[in-house]
């Protein structure tokens, strides 16, 4: 008999129509104990994703219910990222097993103070299987998501008319499904879906980029989304535009030189701070000037010849010139447990900023260096969808 046999280990998740990987995670973690899985409830679910799972919480506890390797299933009480506390205090494991996408520093931080052992596997098909998500069986759209990289907010007029300068997104390949209102343009996505379901069309990438911007903000509205949003999700690789005081910048150039995306993909890391608040209003407190703007404009084209130049250290050191450029003119971007995350990666990381508008969302890292438990993204090579 192992001696992990009556160890109590945790898991905890979604488990939403019930796959290979799954099953293969759930072996994995017996192989040190006992397993009790948290189940997010119905409600949970909806609160991070703004959607319901396909199976109820109760038909996913049955069905879990019915593995052997499963000793226990209980559907968590809590909220949140963490809404297995509740669970965690009457079970008391002595080893907490994730995945590394569901690896998050405030997890190592729980298990480091109540002394469970933590344990993040890779996520390995069975065998010869393919490897399975939820995400691809949900069958979800491939309309991609986008980073904004430097410059944000220029394509505001009220920013660029003080200085022209640039917006440097990239469009990601939607392997992770980001929650809403975490500054990866999931509310222009959402807009693209309503107009053409799960691929963009084909055809010029500006056309459809001034539709999908059109479509988001139709006469009257008060709050005009910014276009980058658009072009980000639009247009394949790397995009730069250009603004001079107007919604549409003057002029796009895109890069999809395979070795510059490969760099980034390399040297791009994403952290979790999880979705802005509901009512975090990013626009109070503004202090913009010209000065602030040229600043930020200065930061975006350094950001720009250091991506060229797949130089990480000046990337690192833009990219940060860029947020702060950004803070100084919306101090609202932030807030003390940004801070206080950021605080966490400044001795490791060659620079960072908050995507989005900020308020939440995620922390774009640069390193040289691979950062635990942090994921990174794949950039999308093709102007369309297939």
């Not at 797949?310 to 100084?328: E, N, P, V, W, Y």
């Amino acid at each position: 008999m192992s001696e992990n046999t009556e160890k109590k280990v945790l898991v905890s998740g979604c488990f939403d129509m019930l796959h290979s990987g799954h099953i293969a995670f759930i072996k994995s973690a017996a192989k040190y104990g006992k397993v009790y899985v948290c189940l997010g409830s119905d409600q949970t679910i909806y609160n991070l994703k703004k959607r319901y799972p396909i199976n109820s919480e109760q038909e996913r506890k049955y069905v879990l219910e019915a593995l052997k390797e499963v000793h226990e299933v209980c559907i968590s009480a809590g909220s949140g990222y963490l809404d297995f506390l509740p669970e965690l205090e009457r079970i008391q494991p002595h080893v907490f097993v994730v995945n590394e996408d569901g690896f998050s520093k405030e997890k190592e931080l729980l298990c480091e103070e109540k002394q469970i052992e933590l344990v993040v596997l890779k996520r390995e098909p069975h065998g010869t299987l393919p490897a399975r998500s939820t995400t691809d069986l949900r069958k979800i759209n491939r309309i991609p998501y986008r980073i904004d990289l430097a410059g944000g907010w220029l394509d505001q007029p009220f920013v660029s008319i003080h200085a022209p300068g640039a917006v440097i997104t990239i469009s990601i390949e939607p392997e992770t499904e980001f929650n809403e209102r975490s500054g990866m343009a999931s509310s222009t996505r959402n807009v693209a879906t309503q107009l053409w379901q799960n691929q963009l069309p084909e055809g010029n990438e500006e056309q459809i980029a001034k539709m999908l911007f059109a479509f988001e903000n139709p006469p009257g509205k008060t709050e005009i989304a910014g276009s980058q949003d658009s072009i980000g999700i639009v247009f394949a690789g790397l995009a730069k535009s250009h603004y001079s005081g107007g919604y549409w910048p003057s002029s796009i150039e895109r890069n999809l030189e395979e070795e510059v995306l490969q760099f980034l993909e390399s040297n791009l890391y994403l952290v979790s701070l999880g979705p802005r608040q509901e009512g975090y209003d990013v626009l109070v407190n503004t202090q913009i000037s010209k000065a602030r703007a040229i600043a930020l404009a200065e930061a975006a084209e350094n950001c720009w010849q250091a991506i060229l130049s797949k130089d990480c250290r000046a990337l690192g050191s833009a990219l940060t010139h860029s947020f702060h450029a950004q803070i100084a003119m919306f101090p609202n971007m932030v807030d003390e447990t940004i801070l206080a995350k950021i605080a966490e990666y400044k001795n490791s990381a060659l620079g960072w900023k908050v995507s989005g508008a900020g308020g939440g969302g995620y922390l774009i890292l640069v390193s040289d260096e691979p950062i635990e438990g942090a994921q990174q993204i794949t950039i999308r090579r093709r102007s369309t969808w297939l």
